[in-house]
């Protein structure tokens, strides 16, 4: 449930006017709410971000996020690769 | 990856049944990022339970979930956090090993010092993202945050799940 639960914090936030980016774990869920942007990560629930104590991997994840942050084509679940 | 044919039978069966359509973002709602990234304050937001030391735990015993939400100082040490998520649908020493894996402060603070993002907020925010009847959530908890997120001028803010 974490998931929807971050669509709807995701949505909450940009209707106050401030652009979103989140990371999603479940495709099943993201793809139904739709949030205006979001990466698929193709990780276990509970690995966000890949995998601890991994910072390379970490921010690769996060500029591949964040690189999403400046697109108007929404909604958009891209699939981090 | 995770699919819903990771999970366990019984959580499996609940997903397969929950009405998450009901909460669909239908038209999409959706801000542009008003100026470049290196110009922009971004704040994090997790569902991963997190807390201070100081700060007190999540209603786990609440069957449609805790909505309540735990502010973080971005001055915290995040070895120093506390996750206490009910879930049992995830490996929790993953996390706890590395706080980042689920809320990558530190990783922002590289890119704060590199010039990637203009500023971190003072404060970030803490959900625990079990929360299977939303509407409090939607009506109080998450409407709370974004103008708090908005009083504080942020620009962008990253969002993730555990």
């Given at each position: 449930m974490c998931q929807q639960t971050v669509c709807l914090l995701q949505a909450a936030i940009e209707r106050a006017g401030i652009a979103t980016v989140s990371i999603s774990l479940l495709r099943e869920v993201t793809s139904v709410i739709k949030p205006p942007r979001a990466l698929f990560v193709p990780?276990?629930?509970?690995y966000p971000l890949g995998a601890p104590n991994d910072a390379p991997l970490q921010h690769q994840i996060i500029a591949a996020a964040l690189g999403?942050?400046?697109?108007?084509?929404?909604?958009i679940l891209e699939e981090y690769r | 990856m995770s699919t819903y044919d990771d999970l366990s039978l019984h959580v499996r069966l609940f997903m397969k049944s929950y009405p998450f359509s009901r909460y669909a973002i239908e038209p999409t709602l959706w801000a542009r990022l008003a100026k470049p990234l290196d110009k922009s304050r971004v704040a994090l937001v997790t569902t991963a339970g997190l807390r201070t030391p100081d700060q007190g735990d999540f209603d786990r015993s609440d069957k449609r979930g805790d909505p309540s939400f735990r502010e973080i100082p971005?001055?915290?040490?995040?070895?120093l956090l506390v996750e206490s998520h009910r879930?049992?649908?995830?490996?929790?020493e993953a996390v706890r090993s590395?706080?980042?894996?689920?809320?990558?402060l530190d990783r922002f603070r590289e890119l704060e010092s590199r010039g990637v993002i203009g500023a971190l907020n003072h404060r970030h925010f803490s959900f625990m993202?079990?929360?299977?009847?939303?509407r409090r959530l939607i009506d109080e908890m998450a409407p709370q945050v974004a103008r708090s997120l908005a009083e504080d001028r942020v620009d962008a803010v990253f969002l993730t799940p555990v």
């Open positions: 990780f276990p629930m509970g999403l942050l400046e697109r108007d084509d929404v909604p | 971005n001055t915290i040490e995040t070895r879930s049992y649908s995830f490996d929790h590395d706080i980042n894996l689920a809320f990558p993202g079990s929360i299977v009847g939303p």
